[in-house]
């Protein structure tokens, strides 16, 4: 027995890794409201917000939020801790893993000894609770206590202090008059002297409070606990006696701002050192009083609702509060994206990959401008349920559709409703059998700005509104064979007005607006190439039409491209859906993305593409596929997740937005559409700097520029066509030395040779 208690002293072994910062070329765009955990600490409120956090300065009223960008980790935070004494953060987090933030220089230490550990289960390492004494941090777990020394920011002893020595969940803990208390979740509240050598003895511990306990701490000193019935007692040599009896559920039990902080499902109450009732706040205006945590300081009260943010109270005036929280979207939980030059819209859908829209959800829009945040709640859209895409009016971006897979389509101009169109109001019909299930999932408009749709599982899925407001169907029966049966998803127009519908299995149904004429892509027709899957046809996830017109389809199991895709409507044209194939490391062939889930693809301005898939993060290959650009994933960059959901372009700026399940962010990729004329033509880093080893972009091209580099006395060290509006040198002569330090003159001329321009470029060696 003493031998298993004994390997506790090899637990944890010291092991920290220090975070990237890649604040150079990512811009995060996460959520703040809902507040997981709060922390006070000298006049500074420490909020976590699902997996980022910030700290609100109370005397300057100002915010300073640490995102994944400064090098977090993305995952889920479930409890936050600030040490004057050691100016430093802790971020404990639900797999185990503790993360900590210096205050002198942001430097963020991620120690992965808990959630590395393999004799813990992956379900017990959650952090629960912090307490620091006497230099150490004690860190209440799913599986013990572990002890963190602040000091040398390395782990000591852990302890098991079950009954017989097994890992049981500690909620809480706390330190007083010598004894250290362990609230635990399943065999009461047991204790120990701190002094104690040999804590790491189960038998030292000793169950002194029986039942069932959510916390533990010392207040004006007393200690109290808190039961899994959501009473709280005192707690004195053995005995407990009700201090105060909630009738409704405890999910916070702090002492902050010399108060005792007690926050509950319709109610938060703050008690002084005499034990006096400070504070009862129990309603947020025109809310639910969703709070999830609360703390006290210097008479205000700060609570962490989970859609508002951080709220503060005075305690003057406690029916009144302001809103705290830096502005974002909604929600982490990042469905579909579409971009405009100025603009972002951001939905948060969603239906399965399986095209189902349950169970339920009904969340609002985001949209992200230039001058800051707009956020329009569920309640202003008609409660509409499962809102998956935003479709922009090319005429007035203030003018758009959103795509509902449960409700219909969603007119809004100006950031307001103003029509639903469903089965009721219009010619949509609904899943056969459920009129009233009105599943779109998807729209684009046709150059006459005709909206097209597809009504999902109805008689005549195709759909169109028009200008004037009427909505159209068509048969489309060569396409749609057995129309009531066939899951629909995304879809895409080309410049030919020929519509691609994704279907979960019956491949890609094609239909031709300007004549009304149908097709069917799938596994059963000749050149064909679909990847293996279960079914005949795998699931079409993703569709892209790029600036060569090729069709770009994404799968559940792989990428295909399809160079003509309207050859399907053409019975003497050969037709062509094949996988791309490039080779790997060592020069073997090997299918691009092969068996990988592709979620969505974009095209830049250089007609790249941004691929997302569901557990890879996101790759940017080259026009034609055959050479990857960039991989993105949770290893080696900001992205907190692997499973990308959407990807969003902006043509003007080269900023590409990733939409993950776990929160927004973007990259600059400093590739921009081509420009009408050379007038804007600029170079950066303009002078280039001796120890600057990157690259130097030169944007304002026109599509297809010629552009030359030479010295000043005429010698060209550099040549290239401009794909797009942007291009980039190594600052290399031809690829082989660098060039010496001088003046450079960047000739550049349009691609009808009409248009040229002149630049300078200074460079210092």
């Known amino acids: 027995m003493y031998m298993k208690n004994f390997s506790l002293l090899i637990l944890l072994f010291p092991c920290f890794l220090l975070a990237q910062n890649f604040s150079e070329r990512w811009e995060s765009y996460y959520s703040y409201y809902n507040i997981t955990d709060l922390y006070e600490s000298k006049n500074k409120i420490y909020a976590a917000a699902e997996n980022v956090y910030f700290v609100y300065d109370i005397p300057s009223q100002t915010v300073e939020t640490v995102t994944s960008i400064q090098g977090l980790s993305g995952e889920q935070i479930s409890k936050i801790y600030h040490s004057e004494a050691y100016g430093l953060t802790c971020i404990g ?122 916390g533990v701490l010392s207040f004006s000193d007393r200690i109290f606990g808190l039961r899994n019935n959501n ?97 974002g979207p909604l929600l982490n939980r990042i469905f579909s994206l579409n971009a405009t030059p100025t603009d972002l819209w951001i939905t948060f859908g969603e239906y399965s990959q399986f095209l189902n829209p349950y169970p339920l959800n009904y969340r609002g829009l985001s949209r992200m401008t230039p001058q800051s945040w707009v956020n329009i709640q569920v309640e202003n859209l008609g409660n509409a349920a499962e809102l998956s895409e935003v479709t922009i009016d090319p005429q007035n971006p203030e003018h758009i559709f959103v795509n509902s ?111 009304n004429q149908s097709g069917l892509i799938t596994s059963n027709v000749q050149g064909v190439d679909f990847p293996d899957t279960f079914n005949v046809n795998p699931n079409i996830t993703a569709l892209e039409i790029d600036q060569d017109s090729r069709l770009w389809i994404g799968t559940e199991a792989g990428l295909r491209v399809m160079p003509n895709p309207n050859s399907i409507l053409d ?96 990259y600059s990729s400093l590739i921009t559409s081509g420009n009408e004329t050379l007038e804007n033509l600029r170079a950066f880093p303009n002078p280039v700097r001796p120890h600057y080893n990157g690259l130097v972009t030169i944007d304002g091209l026109t599509d297809g520029a010629n552009v030359k580099i030479t010295d000043v006395t005429g010698n060209l060290v550099f040549e290239d066509f401009a794909d797009g509006g942007t291009l980039q040198w190594d600052t290399r002569a031809f690829g082989k030395h660098k060039v010496a330090s001088g003046v450079y003159l960047i000739i550049v001329t349009g691609e009808d040779q009409i248009e040229n321009k002149v630049g300078k470029l200074m460079i210092i060696r």
């Open 571 to 666: 019975e003497n044209a050969g037709v062509n859906v094949s996988p791309i194939i490039i080779g790997d490391i060592d020069g073997l062939p090997q299918e691009l993305l092969f068996e990988q889930f592709i979620t969505d693809i974009a095209t830049d301005g250089a007609n790249n593409k941004w691929i997302a898939t569901a557990d890879s993060g996101v790759f940017q290959v080259s026009p034609n596929g055959r050479e990857i650009l960039n991989i993105f994933n949770k290893d080696n960059s900001p992205l907190p997740t692997n499973s990308v959901k959407t990807i969003a372009v902006n043509q003007v700026t080269g900023e590409v937005f990733l939409g993950t399940t776990n929160g927004l962010l973007s």
């Open 231 to 327: 009473s709280i007692y005192e707690l004195e040599n053995g005995s407990a006696s009700v201090f105060n009896a909630i009738d409704s559920e405890v999910s916070g039990f702090n002492v902050s701002g010399d108060q005792l902080v007690i926050t509950a499902s319709n109610r938060v109450l703050a008690y002084n050192s005499e034990l006096n009732l400070q504070a009862f706040i129990n309603q947020v205006q025109e809310a639910e009083f969703d709070i999830n945590t609360s703390v006290a300081s210097n008479g205000q009260y700060f609570l962490g609702h989970t859609r508002l943010g951080l709220l503060n109270f005075n305690s003057r005036e406690l029916e009144t509060y302001s809103e705290l929280s830096p502005k």
């Open 405 to 515: 897979y449960f409700d219909g389509l969603l007119e809004i101009e100006n950031n307001e409703l103003i029509n639903s169109y469903d089965n009721s109001n219009s010619n949509i019909e609904g899943v056969d059998g459920f009129p009233d299930n009105n599943r779109i999932a998807s729209s684009a408009f046709d150059s006459e700005n005709n909206l097209y749709f597809v009504d999902s599982n109805s008689p005549t899925p195709v759909k169109r509104l028009t200008p004037s407001g009427n909505i159209q169907k068509f048969e489309a029966e060569d396409g749609f064979l057995t129309p009531t049966e066939t899951n629909t998803g995304k879809l895409v127009i080309n410049q030919s007005g020929v519509l691609f519908i994704a279907t979960l299995k019956d491949g890609i149904v094609v239909f031709n607006t300007t004549n």
């Open 93 to 214: 987090y639900k797999n185990g893993l503790l993360q900590i933030v210096m205050d002198n220089n942001q430097n963020i230490f991620t120690v992965v000894d808990i959630r590395d550990k393999v004799s813990i289960s992956p379900n017990d390492k959650q952090i629960n609770n912090f307490f620091e004494f006497e230099g150490v941090l004690y860190i209440s777990t799913d599986f013990g206590i572990a002890k963190y020394n602040l000091e040398s920011l390395e782990f000591e002893e852990s302890f098991f202090i079950g009954n017989n020595g097994e890992q049981i969940q500690i909620n809480q803990i706390t330190i007083a008059e010598g004894k250290i208390y362990a609230a635990t979740t399943i065999q009461g509240i047991k204790t120990a002297a701190i002094d104690n050598p040999n804590l790491i003895d189960f038998q030292n511990w000793q169950t002194e409070y029986p039942g069932n306990w959510k």
